[in-house]
């Protein structure tokens, strides 16, 4: 069957301008992770990713090493794209990034101008683009230079390959650094990619929003509901063994402590109608500086579940004040 996308996508989904450039995305991105690589079956992937476009979700995020296998993501992406999306290329935003480990040997990671450059190609081919929207580094580099780092994204977006980049997981102060070479490049920055959300407030504590925006660029925040802690699975306990995301590893020195503040949480949530993953997605979306948050999702009901988040995007000053007292108690 021939996909045609839905006639009402951007009457769904709310949709954010990156500071003031002109890049704008769906306040939800999807990203694929790990939820439709490899060990899922392609007509699944199929399904999912035309639902969230139709639901107006049409920034997609990938990397290099994104699967479980390096790479199967973006060729999962790629098959669909080539398949029905390929028509409603000017409508997408598909983002990708290159750092961690992607193929074997010294060169297979971090960000290296040979490695950055490989990484792009094949990305490229495995997606059946031209080019990428926005292109980041996704860690920081302790060995390369900052300036061949810069240079090498700066490259890209003048060879075609690339319209914005980005860096993922920095910290306030590397964004600075990479901003002022950036900004004497002409390089067009649109912000950094990282953790966030309710447990995790590394971006509002160590003045990131307001380095970013400084930049004219943004936050993009992955892993809004740290791995599915922030849902209603975990309010009787969190397993000992439960997975965490390093960014939210900490989360487990306290278990009963987190319990305690999902549960107020939930009723917070329940109050206005919603379930603590809209909640928390809710939450993340108040601050204008957050354009897009990074969401992932195995199967149609999970995605819809996520997208209602756009029914009730508003939070009083009365409920932002009883979250904050909930999230220091």
Known sequence: ?????????????????????????????????????????????REVILKAFDNGIFSFDNASNYGPADGTAEETFGAVYQKDLQPYRNELVITTKAGFHMWPGPLG?????????????????????????????????????????????????????????GVSNYTTEQVAEISKIFDELHTPFIGNQMSYNMFNREAEESDMLSTLDDHHAGLIAYGPLAEGLLTDRYLDGIPADMPLHRTN????????????????LNKVAADRGQTLAQLAMAWLLRDKRVPSIVIGASSVDHLLDNVKVADNMTLSTEELSKIDQILKG
């Not at 590893?249 to 107020?264: H, M, S």
């Open 1 to 45: 069957m021939v996909y045609a996308a839905a006639d009402n996508r951007y009457d769904v989904m709310p949709y954010r301008r990156v500071s003031d450039s002109g890049l704008i995305l769906p306040a939800l991105s999807f990203g694929l992770w790990r939820n439709l690589g490899d060990q899922m079956p392609l007509s699944n992937s």
């Open 109 to 165: 990671e971090f960000s290296g101008k040979k490695t950055l450059t490989a990484a792009l190609d094949l990305s490229l081919q495995r997606m059946h683009l031209d080019y990428v929207d926005i292109f980041y580094a996704h860690r920081w580099d302790p060995n390369t230079n900052l300036r061949e780092t810069a240079q090498a994204l700066d490259l890209m977006v003048r060879q075609g390959k690339v319209l914005y980049v």
């Open 249 to 264: 590893a900490f989360i487990q020195e306290d278990p009963k402590g987190a319990v305690a503040k999902l549960n107020a």
